[in-house]
Every structure is written in structure tokens, then in C-alpha cells.
């Protein structure tokens, strides 16, 4: 892959273990046994791995998975991509983060395959994995009593004269119509009378709960990569998005369909560096 790398972000780990795990299911291991940052802590400790469900079975089609490394606790990690242009933009192929810690003497020079991962149509969360364990997810309560009402569609300035609002950010252009910070109720009575009001079929009014979730998806729209940021526990987290063109034609079935990616630990000069590859369409095996 010839492209340079962008610079994304830095994230931290406190806890010295981090996550790139599947953003719509960061939530919801807690329901199928032990916290998330403990099987990360454990699958650290054995130099990384691949979590899913069942843990003692192959992975689960349509379920929680995540990959956990052994990672600096004390300073910023560098994330960094190469990227191709898909369907409806650039988008991701190559995912790199600097770990920083010295690569391991024992394994010689090759790279260490962990595992594979898909990419969820809900994006994919890096972050520390103690932090992890009270991300508020896309069904979440609000983390701060506040929730985003936003409309777009063939009415939309209709009903932006009688409802108000103003354009949301959006990379490359502007988003859809919205009122953003309101109170729960506020909300929900202001999506009810817009949906009451819009004509049949004519208007889209969706109302978004701040969770970190949400937050992290607002944040990525202004990123060409769709790369959104917020502090979470006092750590630094990041969301990495797909281009829906891309994942409905490339990624769409996911595991179930095998559309899964190697994840690996590889040596750079002298350091460990987790690579996550999603080969472009012109690289991918026939």
C-alpha cells in the first residue's frame, strides 16, 4: 500500500490496556459475564488477543468482539491511517497505533497475529479499557439529560420555518436541519409535533440521546474519516467511522459473511505498533 499515513488522533490508556473493539456492542459485554477491561486486562497479560463471544467457541456471528493489547499507561498514543477512495469517499484501510512499548525481544521480527475483526456498520471505538467499562452505548440513557432533535427530507426547510433550528456541522458540506441540547422532554415533544406535522413520507426526524456513543458519532461527522473524540473517565477515546456506500458494498454481513479483517502486533525500529488491515478493493483476494 503505497499512500502516506494521516494522523488521526492520540487516545490514552491509564490502565495500560487498550481496546479496539466494535462500537455498537462496547456496552453490552457486562450482559454476557465479566466486565470488559477484565477479560482485556487477561488477554493483555498474555501479550494480547481476540475477545468474543463464547469465549470458549468461535465467534459469535452479529456479537460483541474486540481485540486487547498491552499498551503505555503514562503518555499519548499516536493513531494513524492510509486510506484509499471507496464508493462514497475516502475511507480507512490500514488502522496503525503507536503502543508505546519496545517490541518484545522473544518474538523475533515477524508479526503476531491476534485475530480478525469486522467492520460494524456502527463504527469502531479505540480506548482505554477501564474506561471502556462505562461507555454509554447507541441505546443508552442520556449521560447528561439532554438529547439532539434533527430533521432532513423533502420538507425539510417546510418545517424548518415553522420548528426552527439551524444546520448541523457536517464534513464537506452541511447536515440536516436540528436543535441540539435539549432537555429529554423538550425533545421528545418537539420530535412528536414534527412528526405529527411532516407529511407522509416526506420527512425524517430522528432524537438522539447524548450518550458517549452519540456524542462520538457527532463528533466524526465534521472528519472526513468520520473520526470522532471525546474524554471519557480521563482518558482519550476515538470512534472511526465507514462511509455507508463502502460497508453496504464491501463490509455489509460482516462476520456472518466472513468480511473480517487481521488484526496483528508488528515491529516498527523498535517499537510495538497495533495494525488492523481492511485491504482495499483492488488488493482484495479473488
Do not use: N
Request: aromatic share 8%.
Amino acid at each position: 500500500m503505497s499512500e502516506p499515513f494521516v494522523d488521526l488522533a492520540v487516545v490514552t490508556t491509564p490502565s495500560g490496556v487498550l481496546v479496539l473493539g466494535m462500537a455498537g456492542w462496547i456496552d453490552q459485554w457486562p450482559e454476557h459475564g465479566d466486565p470488559l477491561s477484565v477479560r482485556a486486562t487477561a488477554a493483555a497479560e498474555q501479550g494480547g488477543g481476540h475477545l468474543h463471544e463464547p469465549e470458549d467457541g468461535p465467534s459469535q456471528e452479529w456479537f460483541c468482539e474486540a481485540v486487547a493489547v498491552p499498551a503505555a499507561a503514562g503518555r499519548p498514543l499516536k493513531v494513524r491511517a492510509q486510506t484509499w477512495d471507496s464508493y462514497d469517499g475516502q475511507v480507512i484501510a490500514l488502522l496503525e497505533v503507536d503502543l508505546g512499548l519496545p517490541w518484545p525481544g522473544d518474538l523475533g521480527g515477524e508479526p503476531v497475529r491476534l485475530g480478525d475483526l469486522p467492520v460494524d456498520r456502527c463504527g469502531m471505538v479505540l480506548g482505554d479499557a477501564r474506561a471502556l467499562d462505562s461507555f454509554v452505548g447507541l441505546s443508552g440513557e442520556s449521560i447528561d439529560g439532554l438529547a439532539d432533535v434533527t430533521y432532513w427530507g423533502k420538507y425539510e426547510d417546510d418545517a424548518h420555518a415553522r420548528f426552527g433550528g439551524k444546520r448541523t456541522p457536517q464534513y464537506g458540506g452541511q447536515g440536516p436541519y436540528g436543535r441540539l441540547e435539549l432537555p429529554l422532554r423538550e425533545a421528545h415533544e418537539l420530535a412528536d409535533r414534527i412528526r405529527s406535522w411532516a407529511p407522509r413520507s416526506g420527512l425524517v426526524v430522528s432524537m438522539d440521546a447524548r450518550t458517549h456513543f452519540h456524542l462520538l458519532q457527532r463528533d466524526g461527522e465534521i472528519h472526513p474519516l468520520l473520526a470522532g473524540q471525546i474524554e471519557l473517565d480521563g482518558s482519550q477515546v476515538l470512534q472511526l467511522g465507514w462511509e455507508p456506500g463502502d460497508h453496504s458494498m464491501r463490509h455489509r454481513g460482516e462476520r456472518a459473511w466472513d468480511q473480517v479483517y487481521a488484526v496483528t502486533l508488528e515491529r516498527a525500529g523498535t517499537t510495538t505498533v497495533l495494525r488492523w488491515t481492511i485491504p482495499a478493493e483492488t488488493d482484495d483476494p479473488e
